[in-house]
């Protein structure tokens, strides 16, 4: 007999809904019901993976439908805010959405105001700030060790090869795909460590390499 307390959504079925779609369904108080995407062709390919789910693409229709207490928004950064604010609305009691949180301050301002004014608890996906090599590294900047970081780029696990990749040309994606600034190289925002020039190429490699010298023996 299933011990699910909580019913689920995922709200956008591409690439990161996999992990949270699975991160759900590991928990046995959890159950997710339902999916949905504008895109038809993304949700057969998702329910191909997590069958069982009912498909929509129609978030409004599902959310009416499926009275979830929980939705994970994976969709493009433009349309976090509003679905956030659908969903705090509908009655959703717990809000999972990806970074970036919105692509203004203002659309972020609306999200925290629907969550409060309807009781939702809103979380935002900067899981990589808990990352073993991004504490270290934001230790080691705090101590001084690694010197100042000069800005905060994307990139922090494939580096340039993520930009080689057509998609990330700067301004490949339209705004409301990517998250502005930064996001127009990634289509996303940066949730990696900071750069502090050399020192980050090593910081890029994970912890075991934390340490080592660079090619140029520094
Ligand atoms: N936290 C992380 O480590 C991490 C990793 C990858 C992506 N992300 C973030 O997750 C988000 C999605 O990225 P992705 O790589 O999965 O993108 P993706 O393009 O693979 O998937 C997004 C899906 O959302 C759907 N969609 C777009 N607008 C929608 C709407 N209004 N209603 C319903 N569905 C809609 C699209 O059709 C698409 O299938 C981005 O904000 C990205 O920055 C976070």
Redesign the pocket.
Known sequence: MSQARYRAAI???????R?HARGWSSRPEVQVVAA????QE?LDRFLEEFPGLTAYTD?AQMLAQERPDIVSI???????A??TVQAAEAGVRAILC???MATSLGEADAMIEAAQKNGVKLAI????RFNPRNTEARRQIAQGAIGTPPSGPDGHRRGADQQRHPRDRPGALPPG?S?GGM?HRT???S?GPLRTGRADRRLLHGPDRFLRRGPDGR
């Open positions: 709200i956008g079925t591409g690439g990161i809904a992990a949905a995407d504008i895109r993304a978030v994976c969709t493009w950064p433009g349309s976090h509003p679905l990806e970074k970036p996906g900067h899981h990589h795909r998250g996001g289509g996303g925002t949730n």
